[in-house]
């Protein structure tokens, strides 16, 4: 074992920065996501189109049964 360890150790950092720099990334854009969500459905955006989608249920489940 007469390697360098340079390598190893360069892995390791840049593996974790670009591992932490994704999760980091993520989780923000997850939240801000949830955020316009959340303002969307006090806006009553949701509840407008929501509602689109209930009229055809019954009509084609209702056969079966």
């Known amino acids: 074992m007469s390697g360098s360890l340079l390598?190893?150790?360069?892995?390791?950092?840049?593996?974790?920065l670009v591992r932490l720099a994704t999760r980091?990334?993520?989780?923000?854009?997850?939240y801000s996501k949830g955020i316009d969500i959340v303002k969307d459905m006090?806006?009553?955006?949701?509840q407008k189109t929501d509602g689109r989608g209930v009229y055809p249920r019954p009509v084609c489940h209702g056969g079966i049964g």
């Open 7 to 16: 390598g190893p150790l360069l892995f390791f950092i840049l593996f974790n």
């Open 24 to 30: 980091y990334y993520g989780v923000a854009y997850g």
């Open 42 to 46: 006090g806006g009553g955006f949701l």
